[in-house]
């Protein structure tokens, strides 16, 4: 199954480049933070977006500040050499899944959006491994009278095993 990935860059030769080299995935680009923003909200299944620091109508920062309101898409922030510092800090802040320097060769690219697929993919995991718990557990409980702390163990060791 090829994941989806969202480029916002304003940059055509790195929309050429992502039509290109990452064919391995579905690849979306938009040029603008208002153009990514519509993209995301119209369907759900995005698994990472590679977003620039700066976007001709917005803050990068701004972009995934708002793009996280609205999808669980592994956000990825594509640094200029000169925009490093800021971007860490946002990484740091929990923000960014990943920064990536726009200097960066094109196989470190494709590495660092294959990390943020795995890492979509164990979100989506866990939330529905979560709801499915979540489901049993009443009916564990009314069936078995099970405590909460069993509930708990339970979970975990599902949780666990979902991850092997």
């Given at each position: 199954?090829?994941?989806?990935?969202?480029?916002?860059?304003?940059?055509?030769n790195?929309?050429?480049?992502?039509?290109?080299?990452?064919?391995?995935?579905?690849?979306?680009?938009?040029?603008?933070?208002r153009?990514g923003?519509?993209?995301?909200?119209?369907?759900?299944?995005?698994?990472?977006?590679?977003?620039?620091?700066?976007?001709?109508?917005?803050?990068?920062?701004?972009?995934?500040?708002?793009a996280?309101?609205?999808?669980?898409?592994?956000?990825?922030?594509?640094?200029?050499?000169?925009?490093?510092?800021?971007?860490?800090?946002?990484a740091?802040?929990?923000?960014?899944?990943?920064?990536?320097?726009?200097?960066?060769?094109?196989?470190?690219?494709?590495?660092?959006?294959?990390?943020?697929?795995?890492?979509?993919?164990?979100?989506?995991?866990e939330?529905?491994?979560?709801?499915?718990?979540?489901?049993?557990?009443?009916?564990?409980?009314?069936?078995?009278?099970?405590?909460?702390?069993?509930?708990?163990?339970?979970?975990?060791?599902?949780?666990r095993?979902?991850?092997?």
């Open positions: 199954m090829h994941e989806k990935i969202l480029v916002v860059h304003d940059s055509l790195i929309a050429a480049l992502a039509g290109r080299v990452l064919a391995e995935w579905r690849i979306t680009v938009t040029t603008t933070g153009d923003l519509k993209a995301l909200a119209e369907t759900s299944d995005w698994s990472a977006m590679l977003v620039a620091t700066r976007l001709p109508d917005m803050d990068g920062m701004a972009f995934l500040a708002e996280a309101r609205i999808s669980d898409a592994v956000p990825l922030l594509l640094a200029r050499d000169g925009t490093l510092t800021a971007a860490v800090h946002a740091n802040s929990g923000s960014v899944f990943r920064v990536v320097p726009q200097s960066s060769p094109v196989e470190h690219i494709k590495a660092v959006i294959r990390d943020a697929v795995c890492q979509h993919q164990l979100i989506r995991g939330r529905e491994l979560r709801a499915r718990v979540l489901s049993l557990s009443t009916l564990f409980s009314l069936l078995f009278c099970r405590t909460q702390a069993w509930l708990h163990d339970h979970r975990n060791r599902e949780l095993r979902r991850v092997r």
